[in-house]
């Protein structure tokens, strides 16, 4: 994975249609992003991990679903957010397979 990797932060859209205002928010999650994800996901396993290791790497754009449904991120605890991730089919985001 490069480190010079950049996700673009998530964009609001506001408009009309059919009489109706609307928001539409937007996060574009590049692919190579993604691959090392699953590159550090897939190496978490013969990896020690010390006190501190980093388990997911959420985007902005779900951040913001999730508090659009009553979840502040900052409030979960790891275990809370995998698991999250893992009912929302974001396994994606998930780079670590070690038990929390």
């Known amino acids: ?6 996700l673009i932060d998530a ?7 059919i009489g109706q205002n609307y928001t539409k928010h937007t996060q574009e999650i590049p692919m190579d992003f993604l691959d090392g994800l699953q590159s550090e996901r897939l190496a978490s396993a013969a990896v020690r991990a010390g ?3 980093r388990v997911a790497s959420v ?3 779900v ?4 508090l659009r449904q009553g979840l502040d991120i900052h409030k979960m ?3 809370e957010i995998v698991a999250k991730l893992h009912r929302d089919g ?3 985001f998930v780079t670590s397979n070690k038990r929390i």
């Open 1 to 6: 994975m490069s480190d010079n990797i950049n």
């Open 11 to 17: 964009h609001t859209d506001f408009g009309c249609a």
């Open 59 to 61: 985007p902005t754009a």
């Open 51 to 53: 006190e501190l290791h």
């Open 63 to 66: 951040v913001e679903i999730w």
């Open 90 to 92: 974001l396994d994606a």
């Open 77 to 79: 605890t790891a275990r």
